[in-house]
């Protein structure tokens, strides 16, 4: 059984940064694909962004692309989400997700386990 405990939503300021780390625990996740997805209130979750098991391919949203960058270390268990230029729209509870398999997936149907989230609120 695999757990994903999520941190470093807050609140920011519009063109403002934050990292957000996912660490998991209870067993490697070393060889799985990993994903973020993120739910905006009254919306449906949707798909952020996607990393395989190396970090060799990585997938993103159109509308993140060019300012969030999904990274992993696979020794210390961890993947991380770098937002930069964020805008009020990226305002959500953003989970990250592991998944059975190693190439990278965007539907959230092919994750296996999820962590409880973390709120991030851009301010305008």
């Known amino acids: 059984q695999v757990q994903l405990v999520e941190s470093g939503g807050g609140l920011v300021q519009a063109g403002g940064s934050l990292r957000l780390s996912c660490a998991a625990s209870?067993?490697?996740?070393?060889?799985?694909?990993m994903g973020w997805f993120r739910q905006a209130p009254g919306k449906e979750r949707e798909f952020v962004a996607a990393?395989?098991?190396?970090?060799?391919?990585?997938s993103y949203a159109d509308s993140v692309k060019g300012r969030f960058t999904i990274s992993r270390d696979n020794a210390k268990n961890t993947v991380h989400l770098q937002m930069n230029s964020l805008k009020p729209e990226d305002t959500a509870v953003y989970y990250c997700?592991?998944?059975?398999?190693?190439?990278?997936?965007?539907?959230?149907?092919?994750?296996?386990?999820w962590g409880q989230g973390t709120q991030v609120t851009v301010s305008s």
């Open positions: 997700a592991g998944r059975a398999g190693r190439t990278i997936a965007t539907i959230g149907v092919s994750y296996d386990y």
């Open positions: 990393i395989s098991w190396s970090g060799g391919s990585k």
């Open positions: 209870g067993r490697t996740v070393s060889s799985a694909a």
